[in-house]
């Protein structure tokens, strides 16, 4: 039989093996951290970096989504203020059209034609983090400065600019 000189060494070695991997297996228990470094599982580190780019992709969507969002809510409301204002211009424009108002109720109609022209002016210009929302009203509101040089205008920018060229000059619809 043989015997082997160095079993106690072993023997403490192991021990001190089994504790050190007790004190790791706490650690990881206790911070919820697996890898606690490359060498200790390489697979579970690439995993890791996976995971990591796309929680980075996932944010960068989010961020994207509710930038988009606040976009689409300025854009909506200033576009409900056009509308609520061309409707009070087709309506005042009505009614100083009908030919029974004097020349002050006239006046006063011009002065509000005035106020919602520079309203309209004011939500062309409508723009969220340095985006314009409206390029287009640019030219529409060179067409509303210099109403007699065409312009190429999209058809809902160009009635609007129409309409306020003729309020303003006091011209009757057809």
Request: hydrophobic fraction near 40%; charge should be neutral; charged fraction near 10%.
């Amino acid at each position: 039989m043989r015997v082997n000189p160095y079993y106690v060494s072993n023997l403490v070695s192991a021990l001190n093996q089994t504790q050190v991997d007790q004190q790791n297996l706490t650690q990881e228990l206790s911070s919820g951290v697996r890898v606690t470094s490359l060498s200790a599982d390489p697979v579970a580190a690439g995993g890791n970096v996976l995971l990591l780019n796309q929680i980075q992709k996932d944010d960068s969507f989010s961020l994207s989504s509710s930038v988009v969002t606040g976009q689409l809510q300025v854009a909506d409301t200033a576009l409900g203020s056009v509308v609520t204002q061309l409707t009070q211009a087709i309506s005042l424009a009505t009614s100083g059209n009908n030919g029974t108002l004097n020349s002050s109720q006239l006046k006063s109609i011009s002065s509000q034609l005035a106020g919602i022209r520079d309203e309209v002016q004011s939500l062309a210009n409508t723009s969220y983090l340095g985006i314009t929302f409206f390029p287009e009203a640019r030219q529409a509101l060179y067409l509303l400065r210099h109403p007699h040089q065409p312009l190429t205008l999209p058809p809902t920018m160009a009635m609007a600019a129409s309409i306020i060229c003729r309020l303003q000059m006091d011209r009757p619809f057809n």
